[in-house]
C-alpha cells in the first residue's frame, strides 16, 4: 500500500467496532504480492515441515492464509489435493494467474476461496487444517481466536489435526522506541514491468500493552528521489500459556508443541512456535 509515511495513532480504540488501523495492518502487507514472494523466496523450512504434513496425511487439506500459494502449490505439486482460503483478493489473483501456468496435474488439486476464515464454511471435512506463517496473529481479540477456532474444528475429521505457527514474542522487540526508525540494508524493490526502484528500507515497532498487538511500520524511501510510502503491519502477541489455555477453552487439545520447524520443544532461543492440536473428545459424564 503506497502512500505518505505517517506515523501511527497509539490511542486504545478498543470501543469502537470498527477500526481502520487494524484494517490496514491485516491487509496492506498482502496488496502487493511481488514484494511479498520477493522477501520470503528463502524461507523454505515451513514449506518443507507442511508438505511433508500433507503427504503424511495423504490429504485432502485445507489451508487458511494461502496467500499468493508459497506453501499451497508446492503441496499440490507433491501430489496432495490443497484448498487454499484467504482474504486479499491480490495475493489470490496472483496465486490464480500461477495456477494457469502450472501442469494440469498441479492446477487441478487446488480450490482457492476468498473469504473471512472466521467465518468460512465449507461443508467439509479434512484430515489435515493449516495456518502457516503468522496468519493466525490476524485473529486480535479472543472472540476473533474462538470463531477461528470454531470453524477449524468444524472443518477436521474426527482424528484430523490442526497445525499452526506464530512467532514468539520478542521483550527487546515489543520494548522498542516507537519513534526510532531501525535501519536495514538497501534492495531492489520489484516492479511487475521493468527492472525495480532501488530503496532505503526501514522499520517502526509500537507495541500496544493493553491489546498485545505489535504495529510494525515498514518504510520505503527511493534512493534516486521520489515519493515514500508505507507499508502498515499489526501482529497479536499470543504467549505459550496463554494459546494453550485458548485451544483448551476452544475443545482442542494440544498433542505436539515444538520449535521452529523442528523435531525439538520450544526453550528460550526459540523464534517460531509450531502447534499441532486435535479436536478433544467429549468426556461423558459417569453414571451415579
Keep these: 500500500m503506497k ?41 523454505q523450512d515451513d514449506v518443507r515441515y507442511y508438505v511433508d504434513l500433507a503427504v503424511a496425511s495423504g490429504g485432502p487439506v485445507l489451508e487458511y492464509g494461502c496467500g499468493n500459494g ?15 482460503v484467504d482474504l486479499s483478493a491480490p495475493m489470490l489473483g496472483d496465486l490464480r494467474a500461477q495456477l ?3 501442469p494440469r496435474g498441479v492446477s487441478s488439486r487446488v480450490s482457492v476461496r476468498r473469504a473471512d476464515m472466521r467465518a468460512l464454511r465449507l461443508g467439509r471435512r479434512f484430515p489435515l487444517v493449516i495456518c502457516p506463517f503468522n496468519a493466525f496473529l490476524h485473529l486480535y481479540t ?19 489435526e490442526l497445525v499452526f505457527d506464530v512467532s514468539m514474542p520478542e521483550p527487546a522487540e515489543l520494548a522498542r522506541d516507537p519513534d526510532r526508525a531501525y535501519a536495514t540494508p538497501r534492495f531492489r524493490y520489484p516492479e511487475k514491468d521493468g527492472p525495480g526502484t532501488v530503496v532505503r528500507y526501514t522499520e517502526r515497532f509500537d507495541y500496544d500493552k493493553v491489546r498485545q498487538i505489535l504495529f510494525v511500520s515498514m518504510e520505503f ?33 494440544i498433542t505436539a508443541l515444538r520449535s521452529d520447524f523442528s523435531a525439538a520443544p520450544p526453550d528460550n532461543q526459540t523464534s517460531m512456535l509450531l502447534y499441532h492440536c486435535r479436536p478433544r473428545r467429549a468426556v461423558r459424564p459417569g453414571r451415579g
Design 142 to 160: 479472543r472472540a476473533d481466536v474462538e470463531r477461528f477456532l470454531a470453524r477449524a474444528r468444524e472443518h477436521l475429521t474426527p482424528r484430523g
Design 70 to 84: 508459497r506453501i499451497t502449490l508446492p503441496v499440490a505439486r507433491a501430489g496432495v489435493r490443497i484448498t487454499g
Design 221 to 253: 524511501s527511493p534512493v534516486e528521489g521520489g515519493e515514500r510510502w508505507m507499508t502498515p503491519l499489526a501482529h497479536r502477541q499470543f504467549y505459550p500459556q496463554e494459546l494453550e489455555a485458548l485451544l483448551h477453552y476452544n475443545g482442542f487439545e
Design 100 to 102: 494457469g501456468r502450472e
Design 3 to 43: 502512500g505518505a509515511v505517517t506515523p501511527r495513532s497509539r490511542s486504545v480504540r478498543s470501543g469502537q467496532r470498527r477500526d481502520p488501523e487494524l484494517e490496514a495492518g491485516t491487509s496492506a502487507h498482502y496488496e502487493d504480492p511481488a514484494y511479498y514472494a520477493k522477501t520470503y523466496a528463502r524461507r
